[in-house]
Protein backbone atom coordinates (compact mmCIF):
# COMPACT_ATOMS: atom_id res chain seq x y z
CA UNK A 1 0.00 0.00 0.00
CA UNK A 2 1.60 3.49 -0.96
CA UNK A 3 2.04 6.25 1.16
CA UNK A 4 -1.52 8.10 -1.02
CA UNK A 5 -3.65 5.41 0.35
CA UNK A 6 -2.84 5.32 3.37
CA UNK A 7 -3.20 8.95 3.81
CA UNK A 8 -6.62 8.64 1.91
CA UNK A 9 -7.84 5.83 4.44
CA UNK A 10 -6.84 7.11 7.32
CA UNK A 11 -8.66 10.82 6.44
CA UNK A 12 -11.52 8.76 5.79
CA UNK A 13 -11.89 7.38 9.00
CA UNK A 14 -11.06 10.55 10.39
CA UNK A 15 -13.73 11.99 8.71
CA UNK A 16 -16.46 9.14 9.28
CA UNK A 17 -15.24 9.65 13.27
CA UNK A 18 -15.99 13.52 12.95
CA UNK A 19 -19.53 12.24 11.68
CA UNK A 20 -20.11 10.04 14.38
CA UNK A 21 -18.73 12.40 17.13
CA UNK A 22 -21.52 15.24 15.28
CA UNK A 23 -24.43 12.63 15.37
CA UNK A 24 -23.83 11.45 19.46
CA UNK A 25 -24.01 15.34 20.10
CA UNK A 26 -27.13 16.59 17.81
CA UNK A 27 -28.50 12.87 19.83
CA UNK A 28 -27.40 14.36 23.05
CA UNK A 29 -29.15 17.73 22.64
CA UNK A 30 -32.22 15.75 21.65
CA UNK A 31 -32.48 13.69 24.88
CA UNK A 32 -31.98 17.18 26.68
CA UNK A 33 -34.35 18.85 24.86
CA UNK A 34 -36.65 15.89 25.51
CA UNK A 35 -36.75 16.10 29.43
CA UNK A 36 -36.27 19.77 29.05
CA UNK A 37 -39.79 19.87 27.63
CA UNK A 38 -41.35 17.01 30.22
CA UNK A 39 -42.44 20.67 32.15
CA UNK A 40 -45.85 18.48 32.78
CA UNK A 41 -46.51 15.33 33.70
CA UNK A 42 -49.93 13.70 35.42
CA UNK A 43 -50.45 11.86 38.74
CA UNK A 44 -53.85 10.20 38.64
CA UNK A 45 -55.30 10.84 42.58
CA UNK A 46 -58.77 10.84 44.31
CA UNK A 47 -60.26 9.49 41.18
CA UNK A 48 -58.69 11.63 39.16
CA UNK A 49 -55.97 13.79 37.66
CA UNK A 50 -53.15 15.97 39.73
CA UNK A 51 -51.25 18.29 37.43
CA UNK A 52 -47.74 17.52 39.30
CA UNK A 53 -45.32 19.94 38.98
CA UNK A 54 -41.26 19.08 37.50
CA UNK A 55 -38.38 21.42 38.05
CA UNK A 56 -37.02 19.98 34.88
CA UNK A 57 -35.87 23.38 32.58
CA UNK A 58 -36.38 26.59 33.33
CA UNK A 59 -39.35 28.31 35.03
CA UNK A 60 -41.26 30.95 32.76
CA UNK A 61 -41.13 33.92 34.74
CA UNK A 62 -44.32 35.63 34.83
CA UNK A 63 -44.32 39.43 34.55
CA UNK A 64 -46.59 41.40 36.98
CA UNK A 65 -45.99 45.17 37.31
CA UNK A 66 -47.43 47.21 39.57
CA UNK A 67 -47.41 47.10 43.50
CA UNK A 68 -48.90 44.23 45.61
CA UNK A 69 -52.50 44.79 46.17
CA UNK A 70 -54.23 41.85 48.14
CA UNK A 71 -57.48 41.34 47.43
CA UNK A 72 -60.52 42.61 50.23
CA UNK A 73 -60.30 40.25 53.16
CA UNK A 74 -57.07 38.00 52.58
CA UNK A 75 -55.38 36.39 55.68
CA UNK A 76 -52.90 34.12 56.24
CA UNK A 77 -49.08 34.88 56.65
CA UNK A 78 -48.30 37.70 53.88
CA UNK A 79 -52.35 37.76 53.30
CA UNK A 80 -51.40 35.11 50.68
CA UNK A 81 -55.00 33.17 51.52
CA UNK A 82 -58.74 33.77 50.67
CA UNK A 83 -61.04 32.59 53.56
CA UNK A 84 -64.34 31.24 52.44
CA UNK A 85 -66.76 30.08 55.19
CA UNK A 86 -67.00 30.94 59.09
CA UNK A 87 -64.10 31.59 60.88
CA UNK A 88 -65.48 29.47 64.18
CA UNK A 89 -65.65 26.20 61.77
CA UNK A 90 -63.95 23.44 63.35
CA UNK A 91 -62.34 22.39 60.32
CA UNK A 92 -60.19 24.13 57.46
CA UNK A 93 -59.92 23.03 53.98
CA UNK A 94 -56.63 24.26 52.68
CA UNK A 95 -56.78 24.24 48.46
CA UNK A 96 -54.00 24.85 46.63
CA UNK A 97 -55.26 25.70 42.93
CA UNK A 98 -55.14 26.82 39.65
CA UNK A 99 -58.37 27.72 38.01
CA UNK A 100 -56.90 26.47 34.19
CA UNK A 101 -55.94 23.43 35.87
CA UNK A 102 -58.45 20.83 34.89
CA UNK A 103 -58.19 18.40 37.82
CA UNK A 104 -58.97 21.21 40.14
CA UNK A 105 -62.06 21.50 38.32
CA UNK A 106 -62.68 18.41 38.74
CA UNK A 107 -62.54 18.57 42.11
CA UNK A 108 -64.18 21.55 42.60
CA UNK A 109 -66.81 20.29 40.29
CA UNK A 110 -67.23 17.19 42.16
CA UNK A 111 -67.16 18.40 45.66
CA UNK A 112 -69.13 21.97 45.04
CA UNK A 113 -72.23 20.77 46.77
CA UNK A 114 -70.83 19.17 49.55
CA UNK A 115 -67.96 21.82 50.68
CA UNK A 116 -70.85 24.38 50.27
CA UNK A 117 -73.38 22.82 52.48
CA UNK A 118 -70.13 21.97 55.19
CA UNK A 119 -69.71 25.61 55.10
CA UNK A 120 -73.54 26.50 54.94
CA UNK A 121 -73.87 24.74 58.47
CA UNK A 122 -70.56 26.50 60.27
CA UNK A 123 -68.72 22.50 60.08
CA UNK A 124 -65.94 23.75 57.68
CA UNK A 125 -64.30 26.63 56.52
CA UNK A 126 -61.86 26.85 53.27
CA UNK A 127 -58.78 28.85 52.95
CA UNK A 128 -57.99 29.11 49.62
CA UNK A 129 -54.34 29.77 47.40
CA UNK A 130 -54.73 30.88 43.83
CA UNK A 131 -51.53 29.26 41.82
CA UNK A 132 -50.59 29.81 37.95
CA UNK A 133 -48.74 26.51 37.42
CA UNK A 134 -50.54 26.11 33.98
CA UNK A 135 -49.33 29.51 32.52
CA UNK A 136 -45.81 28.27 33.97
CA UNK A 137 -45.53 25.12 32.30
CA UNK A 138 -47.81 25.94 29.00
CA UNK A 139 -47.18 29.48 28.31
CA UNK A 140 -50.18 31.92 28.33
CA UNK A 141 -51.83 33.50 30.87
CA UNK A 142 -55.10 32.38 31.83
CA UNK A 143 -54.11 31.72 35.36
CA UNK A 144 -52.60 34.96 36.33
CA UNK A 145 -55.62 36.68 34.54
CA UNK A 146 -57.96 34.04 36.45
CA UNK A 147 -56.68 34.42 39.50
CA UNK A 148 -56.35 38.15 39.11
CA UNK A 149 -59.94 38.46 38.28
CA UNK A 150 -60.69 36.14 41.09
CA UNK A 151 -59.21 38.20 43.63
CA UNK A 152 -61.58 41.31 42.01
CA UNK A 153 -64.68 39.18 42.66
CA UNK A 154 -63.51 38.50 46.46
CA UNK A 155 -62.83 42.55 46.60
CA UNK A 156 -66.84 42.70 45.62
CA UNK A 157 -67.38 39.93 47.77
CA UNK A 158 -68.42 37.43 44.94
CA UNK A 159 -65.57 35.09 45.47
CA UNK A 160 -67.46 32.05 46.34
CA UNK A 161 -69.90 32.43 42.97
CA UNK A 162 -67.20 33.69 40.47
CA UNK A 163 -64.76 30.86 41.70
CA UNK A 164 -67.66 28.31 40.70
CA UNK A 165 -68.32 30.08 37.20
CA UNK A 166 -65.04 30.02 36.31
CA UNK A 167 -64.79 26.15 37.15
CA UNK A 168 -67.77 25.37 35.81
CA UNK A 169 -66.93 26.89 32.38
CA UNK A 170 -63.29 25.97 32.53
CA UNK A 171 -61.67 25.56 28.92
CA UNK A 172 -59.44 23.01 27.80
CA UNK A 173 -56.06 22.84 29.54
CA UNK A 174 -54.42 23.84 26.39
CA UNK A 175 -56.50 26.71 25.42
CA UNK A 176 -55.79 29.88 27.25
CA UNK A 177 -59.49 31.14 26.87
CA UNK A 178 -58.74 32.79 30.60
CA UNK A 179 -56.05 34.95 29.34
CA UNK A 180 -58.70 37.11 27.50
CA UNK A 181 -59.62 39.57 29.86
CA UNK A 182 -63.41 40.06 28.02
CA UNK A 183 -64.16 36.30 28.45
CA UNK A 184 -63.04 37.16 32.45
CA UNK A 185 -65.55 39.97 32.49
CA UNK A 186 -68.54 38.18 30.66
CA UNK A 187 -68.36 35.07 32.77
CA UNK A 188 -69.68 37.85 35.76
CA UNK A 189 -72.68 38.36 34.35
CA UNK A 190 -73.21 35.01 35.41
CA UNK A 191 -72.76 35.85 39.29
CA UNK A 192 -75.24 38.79 39.94
CA UNK A 193 -73.55 42.12 40.86
CA UNK A 194 -70.55 41.19 39.97
CA UNK A 195 -70.00 42.46 36.86
CA UNK A 196 -69.47 46.62 37.74
CA UNK A 197 -66.96 49.23 36.35
CA UNK A 198 -65.24 48.41 39.71
CA UNK A 199 -64.64 44.73 38.55
CA UNK A 200 -63.86 45.51 35.20
CA UNK A 201 -60.99 47.93 35.83
CA UNK A 202 -59.73 45.41 38.27
CA UNK A 203 -59.62 42.84 35.86
CA UNK A 204 -58.43 45.18 33.23
CA UNK A 205 -55.43 46.65 35.17
CA UNK A 206 -54.35 43.58 36.73
CA UNK A 207 -54.60 45.29 39.77
CA UNK A 208 -53.71 41.58 41.64
CA UNK A 209 -51.35 40.15 39.15
CA UNK A 210 -48.52 41.07 41.66
CA UNK A 211 -50.25 39.19 44.88
CA UNK A 212 -51.23 36.36 42.47
CA UNK A 213 -47.34 35.97 41.43
CA UNK A 214 -46.50 36.29 45.03
CA UNK A 215 -48.97 33.33 45.55
CA UNK A 216 -47.66 31.55 43.48
CA UNK A 217 -44.08 32.07 44.70
CA UNK A 218 -44.88 30.96 47.94
CA UNK A 219 -46.22 27.75 46.54
CA UNK A 220 -43.07 27.17 44.39
CA UNK A 221 -41.24 27.25 47.75
CA UNK A 222 -43.51 25.00 49.69
CA UNK A 223 -43.47 21.18 49.74
CA UNK A 224 -46.33 20.68 47.59
CA UNK A 225 -46.25 19.76 43.78
CA UNK A 226 -49.49 19.15 42.48
CA UNK A 227 -52.82 21.13 41.74
CA UNK A 228 -55.03 20.64 43.41
CA UNK A 229 -53.05 19.76 46.98
CA UNK A 230 -56.53 19.54 49.40
CA UNK A 231 -55.55 19.81 52.95
CA UNK A 232 -57.87 19.14 56.00
CA UNK A 233 -57.06 19.82 59.11
CA UNK A 234 -53.08 20.68 57.70
CA UNK A 235 -53.57 16.70 56.77
CA UNK A 236 -53.17 16.30 52.81
CA UNK A 237 -56.63 14.37 51.78
CA UNK A 238 -57.25 14.26 48.10
CA UNK A 239 -53.74 12.48 46.41
CA UNK A 240 -53.99 8.54 47.85
CA UNK A 241 -54.86 6.46 45.05
CA UNK A 242 -55.26 3.29 47.35
CA UNK A 243 -57.95 5.57 49.40
CA UNK A 244 -59.83 8.26 47.23
CA UNK A 245 -61.47 11.00 48.59
CA UNK A 246 -65.10 11.06 48.22
CA UNK A 247 -67.94 13.29 49.35
CA UNK A 248 -68.91 11.28 51.69
CA UNK A 249 -65.72 10.55 53.28
CA UNK A 250 -65.40 14.28 53.43
CA UNK A 251 -68.17 14.51 55.78
CA UNK A 252 -67.09 11.52 57.92
CA UNK A 253 -64.04 13.83 58.43
CA UNK A 254 -65.86 16.84 58.92
CA UNK A 255 -67.69 15.39 61.56
CA UNK A 256 -64.97 13.61 63.27
CA UNK A 257 -63.44 16.93 63.76
CA UNK A 258 -66.87 18.11 65.44
CA UNK A 259 -66.57 15.27 67.90
CA UNK A 260 -63.19 15.55 68.06
Not at 45 to 66: L, R
Request: charged share 25%.
Amino acid sequence: MNQKNSEGKRSARERLQEQRRKEEARGKLRRQAKVAGALVAVLAVGGGIAVWVTSVGKHHKQQASGPLVAPQGASGKDTMTIPVGQTAAKSTMTVYEDFRCPACAQFENGFRDTIHDLEAKGQLKAEYHLVTLIDKNLGGSGSINGANAAACAQDAGKFTGYHDVLYKNQPQETDDAYGKKPRLIQLAGQVQGLDTPAFRKCVTDGTHDAWVKKSNETFDKSSYRATPTVLINGKSVYGDQANPLTPDKLRQMIAAAEKG
